[in-house]
């Protein structure tokens, strides 16, 4: 017998930490190359290392992902799982300034970068500890960082190729700009956000004299008013339209126009157009060739146009401009209003309209073709391609890559001194950093000019990491295996970067190879606090991971992570933590009764034994688990899998098969002994297997004990296949009827389940004929009617 093989107590930490070393020492999760397997190719997120305190939403996004992982690994495919690490942009720009209390713009260039390389180096490490703690599978020899060499490369070349195909281009013209963070930035770097502002009702006057009104909620932007405009089918302004109107406080005249884009139940029916308040704004300068009156400058503060207001921020210039205009009269009243703002989703900072010189990647013209490639993907949940077609269908702009910051993906292009001609390096000369490289080029291919001026903007993050589908097969040299790591099998990521990381991934994809990136796509929700709040450093409603996993280990956590259906969000529960914990202890307790009654272990191939009803049903009952728990896998519903496999375990195996056997276990039939063993073992060990994607370590710690064969880890081991017996049972059902009548009716008088009584009638049809025997030891009744 191996009684002796588990202790009465299982020793998590212990246990977790010796899989933790053994794992890495022994390679387990190394990819490993073999042709004629699948390949399944994740194109792992790579996090911010800008967090110094990584919480349950971190745990919770990549454990899902990482379940689907360890499933196909045991399914025979070559599993291809690197992992990356976001590292340059403005959240590392930002976490350096906090952190050190330093502002990039006082230091120098190269000592800000080397800051922020310092602490990237920090913060990746602190993700492969989590991740190492959490059990986590990837292969760490396929790792790359989104500023390393490789990346830049990568990041360059695909600039190159959309610049060849016509897909690139540079221009001057208002562009969405970030006042706080001094940089341009895109659509998709936008979010709405409700402010309660204050309508203002100013009045004005024609040229002719006449009294005017208009209501703008900006106020600080009538020193760039170019024209004021009407609905032409408003009959209120129709003899107005043509003339001029005398802005008050500044006294420049504009013309009065017309346009149907404006609502005559909007205010007074009279709109300002500024350069530039809104797209509307935009727009309209661009149709009518409207004058040019910029008054605010990339710093967020009113230039010389402003007169007395120079120098002020927009948001110190707007209360003294209102009671000026009050004060001289032109203020006839205000009305609150809320109002939806687009703010830079970095720093809540709302976006302002500034003439700027910027690369752009043309893709507003291609929507049609952003659906048709978004449709081609699998998405799980399929709802989720709802946000996608929502995103495309919302596209205005074309897609600003140009960032002025410090620390990035350098552009590789110089510019001619004289005709301001862009030439892009070389691709055999990649990577190529113009702020500290040597100019390349010797004449302006335009002009014939030897001067040359470098790009000393940086590529924004998006732009780099839209490229991981193809940059990941850049990480082997083999080109059998290259050519199979792309396009991806699964990329996993959180639902709010559908419209980012997703879309534009997708865009590169299309324009570089005619393909979709990945084909399915695994969208997450997030961690939330038990009050479910979002998880944040501010509200400090979270316990650091690395506390997490010493209190209750890595197991316990994975198995709360299953708890959401995968899309939706989740709240931190140490209930559910308590129960994953109580699940490996009853994984542990099972292994150690069913090898206490086994002498040695081997493969058993149950077709061949004689089995009882009860063990041809228990066999039933796990086909039927596996075929659930494989589809739930296979299609990404971990937490359908984990009810299904929860269900059998705990109530049909252990609950029902687990103590209809233990009179044989303890009995003096030892053929029957045998076989109850034989198949509790089959059973238990396949239920061990479907449990290892989500709790890797107490079933690798049992699997190690009770194994047979050669392989080197049971997350290397096959998923277990359904088992072909020779004879069935089709009325089986009716006997757990009959035992839960007998166990109910013991619950009513008092009496204990392991007791014996009398005797008993039953109510529920059985066969009595077949099934007594088994009744009276099971329900331990001596006389069964």
């Not at 409207?290 to 207001?309: H, P, T």
Request: glycine content about 4%; some cysteine; proline content about 4%.
């Amino acid at each position: 017998m191996t009684t002796e093989r588990f202790s009465k107590r299982y020793n998590r930490k212990e246990i977790e930490e010796k899989w933790r070393r053994k794992w890495s020492e022994d390679n387990i999760y190394k990819f490993r190359y073999d042709p004629e397997k699948p390949m399944y190719v994740v194109d792992t997120p790579p996090p911010y290392v800008n967090a110094e305190h990584l919480h349950v939403g971190h745990i919770m996004s990549y454990s899902q992902a990482e379940f689907v992982v360890r499933f196909k690994r045991m399914r025979g495919y070559n599993v291809f799982y690197p992992m990356g690490f976001d590292d340059n942009g403005y959240p590392t720009e930002k976490f350096v300034e906090n952190k050190y209390k330093v502002d990039k713009r006082t230091i120098s260039k190269q000592e800000f970068i080397d800051l922020c390389l310092k602490e990237t180096e920090i913060g990746a490490q602190n993700y492969k500890d989590l991740w190492t703690q959490l059990g986590i599978s990837v292969d760490w020899d396929l790792t790359y960082s989104t500023i390393s060499p490789l990346a830049v490369k990568v990041s360059q070349r695909s600039l190159l190729d959309l610049n060849n195909k016509g897909l690139l281009y540079r221009k001057e013209s208002p562009i969405l700009w970030c006042t706080q963070c001094d940089t341009a930035v895109a659509q998709a770097d936008l979010e709405d956000k409700e402010f309660t502002v204050k309508l203002n009702y100013i009045t004005l006057k024609s040229v002719s004299g006449k009294d005017l009104t208009i209501a703008t909620t900006r106020p600080e932007l009538l020193p760039a008013c170019v024209a004021l405009y009407v609905n032409p089918n408003d009959k209120r302004y129709k003899k107005l339209v043509g003339l001029k109107a005398i802005i008050p406080l500044f006294q420049h005249e504009v013309p009065i126009k017309t346009s149907d884009e404006v609502d005559p139940e909007f205010g007074t029916g009279l709109m300002m157009v500024c350069t530039w308040g809104d797209q509307g704004d935009v727009k309209k300068w661009l149709t009518d060739g409207l004058d040019s009156r910029i008054v605010l400058g990339r710093n967020g503060k009113l230039n010389e146009l402003a007169g007395v207001y120079q120098n002020l921020r927009v948001e110190k210039a707007r209360p003294l401009i209102i009671k000026d205009l009050d004060r001289k009269g032109f203020l006839r009243k205000q009305e609150e209003l809320t109002h939806t703002v687009n703010v830079h989703e970095r720093c809540n900072t709302p976006i302002e309209f500034v003439n700027s010189k910027q690369w752009f990647i043309k893709i507003v013209d291609n929507k049609n073709i952003w659906l048709e490639f978004g449709s081609k993907i699998d998405w799980h949940p399929k709802s989720r391609f709802n946000d996608y077609r929502v995103w495309v269908d919302s596209l205005k702009w074309d897609w600003c890559i140009s960032r002025q910051r410090y620390y990035g993906v350098p552009f590789p292009i110089w510019y001619c001194n004289d005709c301001d001609e862009p030439h892009f390096v070389p691709e055999e000369q990649l990577p190529h950093n113009p702020a500290t490289d040597n100019c390349l080029f010797e004449k302006c291919r335009k002009c014939g000019s030897s001067k040359f001026i470098p790009e000393v903007d940086v590529v924004e993050t998006w732009a780099t990491s839209s490229c991981t589908p193809f940059l990941i097969k850049e990480l082997v040299k083999n080109q059998e295996i290259k050519e199979k790591v792309f396009p991806n099998s699964l990329r996993p990521n959180a639902f709010e970067i559908i419209r980012t990381w997703d879309f534009y991934s997708i865009v590169k994809s299309y324009y570089h190879f005619n393909t979709i990136p990945f084909k399915d796509l695994m969208i997450s929700g997030h961690g939330l606090d038990e009050e479910g709040r979002k998880i944040s450093k501010r509200l400090g409603n979270y316990i650091p991971s690395a506390e997490l996993l010493e209190m209750y280990g890595a197991d316990g956590i994975r198995y709360w992570a299953t708890g959401a259906e995968l899309g939706s969000n989740l709240r931190f529960s140490k209930d559910e933590i308590e129960k994953g914990k109580r699940l490996a202890t009853k994984l542990w307790n099972a292994a150690r009764l069913i090898c206490s009654h086994v002498d040695e272990f081997k493969e058993i191939n149950l077709a061949d034994l004689n089995l009882e009803s009860v063990d041809i049903w228990i066999v039933q009952q796990l086909n039927k688990t596996i075929s659930k728990v494989t589809k739930g896998f296979e299609e990404y519903t971990y937490s359908i899998s984990r009810n299904d496999l929860e269900e059998f375990f705990w109530r049909i195996f252990a609950d029902y098969y687990v103590e209809f056997i233990k009179y044989r276990l303890y009995g003096s039939d030892i053929k029957s002994k045998e076989t109850a063993t034989a198949t509790a073992y089959v059973v238990f060990l396949a239920i061990l297997k479907m449990y290892a994607p989500i709790l890797p370590f107490v079933t690798e710690e049992i699997y190690s004990r009770i194994s047979f064969g050669s392989e080197e880890s049971i997350h290397l081991s096959n998923w277990p296949e359904p088992i072909n017996l020779k004879k069935s049972v089709n009325d089986f059902d009716q006997v757990i009827q009959a035992v839960d009548e007998i166990r109910k009716h013991k619950t009513s008088q008092g009496v204990s389940l392991g007791e014996w009584i009398e005797s008993y009638k039953f109510d529920t049809n059985v066969d009595l004929k077949k099934y007594k025997e088994f009744l009276q030891n099971v329900g331990r009744v001596k006389v069964l009617e």
